[in-house]
């Protein structure tokens, strides 16, 4: 079992920044993968980063590459998501996912592979 809890979400003006905090417990992670997602009322949710624990190489949406920054602490066991230049639609649930890549493969975008979830984090960007 994995347990994930969020932190960090909050209110933020438009381009402005927001960091997000994923404590992660439970077992060893080196050969799991993490993500975060983001779910606005009435969308689907959508992959926004993910990198693999052990070799840190990391993975971002179109949309937020070059603004948002996906690492993780190994003493630490937590992921962050720097968020940067925040735009009112990224306004959203915000959750921590967890898999293991030996299962399904490498495939880091798709919420269905994630087994682990946590509670998701309010992010609400103002104008």
């Known amino acids: 079992q994995v347990q994930l809890v969020e932190s960090g979400g909050g209110l933020a003006q438009a381009g402005g920044s927001l960091r997000l905090s994923c404590a992660v417990s439970?077992?060893?992670?080196?050969?799991?993968?993490m993500g975060w997602f983001r779910q606005a009322p009435g969308k689907e949710r959508e992959f926004v980063a993910g990198i693999a624990w052990s070799t840190g190489s990391a993975h971002y949406a179109d949309s937020v590459k070059g603004r948002f920054t996906i690492s993780r602490d190994n003493a630490k066991n937590t992921v962050t998501l720097q968020m940067n230049s925040l735009k009112r639609d990224e306004t959203a649930v915000y959750y921590c996912?967890?898999?293991?890549?030996?299962?399904?493969?490498?495939?880091?975008?798709?919420?269905?592979?994630?087994?682990?979830w946590g509670q998701g984090t309010q992010v609400t960007v103002s104008s």
């Open positions: 996912a967890a898999r293991d890549l030996r299962v399904y493969g490498s495939t880091l975008q798709t919420p269905a592979l994630y087994k682990y």
């Open positions: 439970g077992r060893t992670l080196s050969s799991y993968a």
